[in-house]
């Protein structure tokens, strides 16, 4: 687990699949910085458009996690990570790591945020670097028709705890409770 105040990047090394050969063999995680905040919203937004037709309001869920996470930020218990492609700085992901403010203990209870991969980085241990950040015990949500994160999440040891049937982007949904103890 890495826990670190300052934007010094940490460097994974991961194995080079022949098959996408566009891609180095190395990426870097980084803590956030101006400019990134306003990107994962762009990019959440874009991306689950375009795969489950969410829309805008989608986008407007997202832009409220990260402004919640900027107006109520605690550095020595939450974080942003960016994930870039060593080399060129294109970014590759992104993550969010917050106190569980609904939970009975916010101290000690962590919430797993805006877990996005950009598509032509899936498959190289980047979602996986990316969820294995801090904490003692993580509690997640997330949709049920996410398929490959519920298999990530439960590959990482996530175990569902909970389902619950809503209304969101005007579509039917379950959402699905995750934690992990750590």
Same mark, same amino acid.
């Given at each position: 687990?890495?826990?670190?105040? *300052?934007?010094?990047?940490? =460097?994974?090394? /991961? +194995? ?25 919203? %762009?990019? +959440? ?19 409220? /996690? ?27 992901? *992104? ?7 609904? *939970? ?33 015990? /993580? ?5 049920? /028709? ?18 619950? =049937? %809503? ?9 699905? %409770? ?5």
């Amino acid at each position: 687990m890495v826990q670190t105040n *300052s934007t010094e990047a940490m =460097e994974i090394k /991961i +194995n080079d699949d022949s098959s996408r050969t566009t891609l180095t063999p190395s990426f870097v995680l980084r803590t956030f910085r101006p400019g990134d905040l306003g990107y994962i919203v %762009h990019r +959440n937004g874009v991306y689950y458009d375009e795969q489950y037709q969410w829309g805008t309001r989608f986008e407007a869920v997202v832009a409220r /996690i990260v402004a919640d996470f900027v107006d109520t930020y605690d550095p020595s218990k939450e974080r942003c990570w960016i994930a870039e492609r060593k080399g060129d700085g294109a970014f590759l992901g *992104s993550i969010m790591l917050v106190k569980d403010r609904e *939970s009975v203990d916010p101290s000690k209870i962590a919430k797993l945020r805006l877990l996005f991969v950009e598509p032509e980085a899936r498959g190289m241990g980047l979602g996986a670097a990316l969820v294995r950040q801090c904490y003692s015990r /993580i509690g997640l949500w997330t949709q049920g /028709i996410l398929l490959a994160a519920r298999r990530l999440y439960a590959r990482e040891g996530y175990k569902l705890v909970r389902l619950e =049937e %809503h209304q969101a982007f005007d579509i039917p949904m379950t959402g699905e %409770h995750w934690e992990l103890t750590l």
